[in-house]
């Protein structure tokens, strides 16, 4: 398996957004969907073809995972800790330390002054990271 940097940052996109993400092992070609269990007004019907073409073929596939809340929430920490603005470090950690910290995190980011796109860039970099991870450990797997 040999996703080119583009697809991987198309990968991370797409489960940065709640999509799931299938890497065909045949054809090297991208199919998303979204994660019905997350998305429950999602119309399904929009998205048989994709999901059936999945379901018929799914040896042909590997399926790219997001992260899990913990693994946001780790995320979140460890951008709240590299942010060099010592009140915002500490508004931030403070966020994720009460009720609601997805929430109260993403309050404190969507009204800080220059570090909305710093988080962005940050969280885009991990998840890029994270399927590189699942593409190495995929590629182990075939040896």
Not at 18 to 40: A, H, Q, V
Not at 69 to 75: Q, Y
């Amino acid at each position: 398996m040999k996703p080119t940097k583009k697809e991987i940052e198309e990968i991370a996109d797409n489960l940065d957004c709640g999509m799931r993400c299938f890497y065909n092992l045949k054809s090297g070609e991208i199919k998303t969907i979204p994660n019905f269990d997350s998305w429950i007004d999602a119309d399904k019907e929009t998205w048989d073809d994709v999901s059936n073409e999945i379901d018929e073929n799914w040896s042909d596939y590997i399926e790219f995972t997001g992260f899990e809340s913990h693994e946001s929430f780790k995320l979140m920490v460890d951008f709240a800790e590299s942010v060099d603005d010592t009140r915002l470090q500490n508004k931030l950690i403070y966020a994720l330390n009460r009720l609601k910290p997805f929430q109260n995190f993403k309050w404190q980011i969507d009204n800080s002054t220059g570090y909305r796109q710093n988080w962005f860039d940050f969280k885009k970099m991990r998840y890029i990271q994270w399927v590189q991870n699942q593409i190495d450990l995929n590629n182990k797997d075939f040896e």
